[in-house]
């Protein structure tokens, strides 16, 4: 959600600061701009574009060696060229660019009209632009120093970073709960939202933390604290590469990282399962047996699909730990007074690990003293420093907005985990190596699931006009279904429902019609019978049925059925999640969506 790209070197800053946004545009956007620093003014281009566009209207670029851009995703004000990013002051001296949201902003705003400024724009950003010229007019020492004064003012979350034209040479950036991290180049540096932006230029990066400052030139960066104390930070290596966010031959990423789950799936489970005590071994996480002992109950923290994954993992941890688990989305965890328990092990599970609500979940639970675990996929990630501990997904870059093998990823994590604590309690040493065999085999099943795509496909492109779909299921197959309707809601913007087999009864039977399909998620466990009583009783009210199963079902029981492999049942979730993930994908490939980028939908969400 909005990128940020700023750039200071010797090199032309305005391809350099193109190409950073156009890396960023998976987080999702509705405009774009830059600003750079030429002959002691500043030359901004902004506009409700994509970055192609941004590009078309930039023209010839100066000889500008620094500058700033964004990717705008609209909070205050709508999306219009006035409101996109940068932002300066009247006199075009200083630029802004922003993630986040001001929330003292209208006050801000009203003094500085009261005292004759004239704004351009409806955003809470460009008071920000006013509030820096103005305390360099009142004889700031520096840039930093005008920022730091500025901030002192504002209430609300922020990454920013400021260009002056009469100093392009330096880059001042600020970060409070917006991601920012420092690219330190030969003779450039670079500050961006995400590293995606940064390594095709240098692997070498500084993260920020809330409420530090930096001030970036081309051979140097010098961190502080909001109150002026000097930090010292040491760039880290990250192992990412540029060919980490190339599209190779594929026409999108979604379909790339489908495709990519095998190899996924093989990198979680790299030197983790543990056969002489048919158990896992997960180094990240800080949970002795004792401590196994210890826990009474286990709870799930997510947004999104990171939340109906938790759900999946929820069931995990009962059946192989036997022990009480459940999942909630941490937007509502946040704010209701949440109860925490000392024996309660709390699991805070995010690909980007920049999902504001569930960082602010985990923050809420270290104020309350909670026991907490992080399950994560980007390292340095702010959940990954905030959680300190946990279990890192190595699923790589995920680009598309709808998560496929970091859900997967994480659903093994789960099972992973719950090897480990069953192992400890009551899973017996067969159970255990029943487990890790399932595992081990699962990047070949993934592989045979994603073989099927063209039969996949075509049952998607029979039911690509309907207006609504339902995804049931029940138990095991309950987050799958609710899982699935997500993806396809997410991308295919058709109304997809998912409900338990077991409520049908219960009020949505009524909705049932010719025109009404079903996605019934049936894995091969002990309610094959419900499930297919279930699937009756729709067919006879007319609903059509696309049965997604591991089990063997009565011929011509369901209209379309799409098989997966047999596995442990308690790992059956995790390959059912598949051919829905496929299924979604070729609704909206046949409805023409523009899959990677669904509208109003953004990769991370780091506003409330
Ligand atoms: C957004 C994305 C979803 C994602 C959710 C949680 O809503 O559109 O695809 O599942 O955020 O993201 P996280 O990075 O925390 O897993």
Redesign the pocket.
Known sequence: MCGIVGYVGHREATPILLEGLRRLEYRGYDSAGLAVAHRGRLRVTKAAVRVAGLRDLVGTPTQATSGIAHTRWATHGEPTDANAHPHTDTSGRIAVVHNGIIENSERLRAELTANGVTFTSDTDTEALAHLIAAALAAGAASLEDAVRTTLRRVEGAYGLVVLDARKPGELVAARNGSPLVIGVGEDETLVASDVAALVRHTQRVVYLEDGELATLTATDFRTSTRDARTIDKEPTTVELTAEDYDLGNWSDFMHKEIHEQPAAVSRALLGRLDDQFATARLGGIEVTARDVHAIRRVKFL??????YAAQLGAGLMEELARLPADAEPASEFRYRNPVIDSDTLFIA???????LD?LAAVRELERKGGRLLGVV?VVGSALARACGNGIFLHAGPEVA???TK??TNMAVSFAMLGLLFGRVRDLSFADGQRIVEGLRALPGQIAEVLDAEPEIAEVAKRYADAQHMFFTGRVRGWPVAREGAQKLK?ISYLHAEAYQASELKHGPLALIDKSMPTVAVIPGDELVAKNIATVEEIKARGGPVIAVTSADLPDGLADAVIRVPRTELELNPILLTLPLQLFAYHVALTLGRDIDKPRN?????TVE
């Open positions: 997510g947004c999104g699909s990171a939340y599970v995010s690909q980007s690990g920049e999902t569930t996929n907005v709808a998560s970091a859900v997410e939908l953004a990769k991370s969400v």
